[in-house]
């Protein structure tokens, strides 16, 4: 019998930790989904259309395998972060061998300021750019990108580089409760520009971090809930931003009894914790941003503010800032979210670069009704942008593109060596990103995934001078 669901809507639900082999085969040759145990959805559902089942096959599939190598999944994240800190703190492989020779090898310690996730090794720039000012149209996509890239590292890294780079405040580090994989896998970070005229509050949500399975997961499920008079909304995401096992959205969470763990819910969290700071300094804004995952969290939590008609709070919330940011529900969602920001005159800018994979899936197809909504703020590999409906090959798997994307990724290999050059030393990609260009050959769009060319764009991208950002519905480029 299926539990009581979180909204009155349609919903479809995957519980792939109890899919036998025999229940997913029998997926894909029967289009009855409720009888189908690992699939929870209103009595008498069908897909008849085989595309449809097969999706749902390729999700249930990528969840068991996710939730079997989680445990080798993170001694692997373990083992090659150590191994990278290593080279670093030991100035290299060379002088690493030296050091172990003269008995002077540093070891790394995790939660350490120096110690860098394998996104900051990546992309290892923590300095703000002095000459982008916060008056600067592209100051506060600047922030956000810098933001959302320090949301991966630990938080005396997050700290330190706030506090000593940047000369703003660190609000906190935070790490949210998820009801449904019953473990910590959502986690965001706050600061507080001081500087800026009024006062600046940001909340970056954390992307997918490399060797987090459960992040993964969240990811790949495509369960979804729909929202009467909103739309259908990605599960997977709904669940990390705190989505409730059988209330859905309630304004407010029930308190645990003095016997039971309180969790942190990253949507009530941070709604909180804003609510304080801002009625400190009524004057301030506040920006949500992300990148890739955590660009998908910062747009559904602004949805989740107007689901609960939080005037007060939409009123200071002066943008949504994401980067590869994956599609979060379908067209009837976009249109009730364009109206909504509309309404409060929030900014909404979707930056995507080149061929970067996430931003174009899940499809916008008939199979899964996902669309992105809003303008897109498109760089290419020149760094010179655009805003557009919808990025070029808005389904990334095209013929006709595979080329193009490949002498792309070429190019982007050839610019690495290049720009350093041209742009200066802070621009000089180390030997993984190298690594992680060379890989783009073979699948162009995953290295363009990684924040490397979202700050580069922040930074060096041009946009035509008669661009406007005011709103979600006329930012375009006239």
């Known amino acids: 019998m299926a539990s009581k669901q979180p909204f009155e809507g349609d919903y479809l639900l995957l519980k792939p930790e109890e899919a036998s082999v025999v229940d997913l085969i029998c997926l ?13 959805c209103p009595a008498e559902t069908q897909y008849r259309q085989f595309r449809r089942r097969w999706i749902l096959f390729i999700s249930v599939v ?12 993170n001694k692997i994240g373990y083992l090659v972060e150590m191994w990278l800190n290593l080279l670093s703190i030991n100035g290299g492989f060379i002088r690493l061998l030296f050091n172990i020779l003269r008995g002077a090898m540093r070891l790394p310690e995790r939660s350490s300021a120096k110690f860098k996730s394998t996104v900051g090794i990546l992309d290892p720039r923590m300095k703000l750019d002095k000459s982008i000012k916060p008056e600067d149209t592209k100051y506060k996509g600047f922030l956000s990108i810098m933001a959302s890239k320090l949301s991966y590292e630990n938080p005396n890294v997050a700290e330190s580089a706030v506090k000593d780079y940047w000369d703003m405040d660190f609000l906190g580090f935070y790490s949210f409760w998820n009801e449904y994989q019953q473990h910590e896998s959502t986690r965001a970070i706050m600061l507080r520009d001081s500087k800026s005229e009024p006062n600046l509050i940001v909340v970056a949500f954390r992307g997918t971090e490399p060797f987090d399975a459960a992040q993964w997961i969240t990811d790949v499920d495509i369960s979804w809930y729909e929202i009467p008079k909103v739309g259908k909304i ?31 819910l990253a949507y009530y969290t941070i709604r909180k914790e804003l609510k304080k700071m801002l009625m400190e300094n009524e004057t301030a804004k506040f920006i949500v941003t ?17 689901l609960h008609d939080e ?13 590869g940011q994956p599609r ?20 909404y800018v979707r930056y995507v670069y080149s061929n970067d994979v996430v931003p174009r899936i899940p499809y916008d197809d008939k199979t899964l009704l996902f669309k992105h909504f809003g303008p897109c703020v498109f760089f290419n590999s020149l760094y010179k942008g655009q805003v557009l409906e919808e990025e070029p090959n808005k389904n990334y798997f095209s013929l006709l593109w595979v080329i193009p994307k490949n002498l792309n990724a070429a190019w982007e290999l050839v610019r690495g060596f290049m720009i350093p050059f041209v742009e200066g030393d802070d621009y000089r990609e180390g030997w993984l990103m190298k690594i992680f260009r060379l890989v783009g050959l073979i699948v162009p769009g995953l290295s363009a995934h990684l924040t490397q060319d979202y700050v580069n764009l922040t930074r060096l991208g041009t946009l035509p001078a008669s661009t406007k950002f005011q709103n979600v519905q006329d930012s375009k480029d006239e």
């Open 328 to 347: 979060v529900g379908d067209q009837q969602f976009g249109e009730f979210m364009k109206d909504k920001l509309k309404k409060y005159d929030v900014k």
């Open 311 to 323: 005037a007060w709070l939409l009123d200071k919330l002066e943008g949504v800032y994401t980067f």
């Open 62 to 73: 990528a969840q068991r395998a996710f939730l079997a190598s989680k445990t080798s999944l």
């Open 28 to 40: 894909l040759f029967s289009s009855k989904l409720d009888s189908r145990k690992f699939i929870e």
């Open 290 to 306: 992300g990148h890739s995952l955590g660009g998908a969290l910062a747009i559904l939590f602004a949805a989740v503010l107007t």
């Open 234 to 264: 990605h599960g997977g995401f709904m669940k990390a931003l705190g989505l409730q096992k059988n209330d859905g959205w309630p304004k407010e969470v029930q308190e645990a009894d003095d016997d039971e763990v309180q969790h942190m």
